[in-house]
């Protein structure tokens, strides 16, 4: 799957929520290529920052832009990614969650019992 397809398919399931005040952007990348996903606005865009050495937003590093639609769709679980190793972190984990409620409608919201 290219950039551009895992592009078009999330911004045909995603949605926004929120406002600007609690906005959760996050960084995706596959191989250098980028993505920046907000949830104020649902906005996916297709970026190219420079690492500064210092992380101003959530990044995350992923193997391939297939496992990037799988993750955030909920087809392959944030915790297997992760420790299959198709998923890394510059320490802000926890931001992935509010991303990835943007793309999984029609999800249970109640925990299995």
Not at 40 to 50: E, F, H
Not at 66 to 89: C, E, M
Not at 107 to 112: E, I, L, T
Request: aromatic share 6%; net charge negative; with cysteine.
């Amino acid at each position: 799957m290219t950039k551009e397809e895992c592009i078009r398919q999330l911004s045909e399931t995603g949605r926004s929520f929120g406002t600007a005040i609690s906005d959760v952007s996050v960084i995706l990348s596959v191989d250098g290529d980028q993505i920046m996903v907000s949830t104020s606005t649902g906005a996916i865009d297709d970026c190219n920052l420079p690492d500064t050495g210092v992380d101003l937003l959530a990044h995350f590093s992923l193997d391939s832009w297939d496992t990037v639609l799988q993750v955030l769709t909920g087809r392959l679980p944030l915790a297997t990614a992760f420790l299959d190793g198709k998923i890394r972190s510059n320490g802000y984990l926890t931001h992935i969650f509010p991303v990835m409620a943007m793309f999984q409608r029609g999800r249970p919201q109640d925990a299995p019992s």
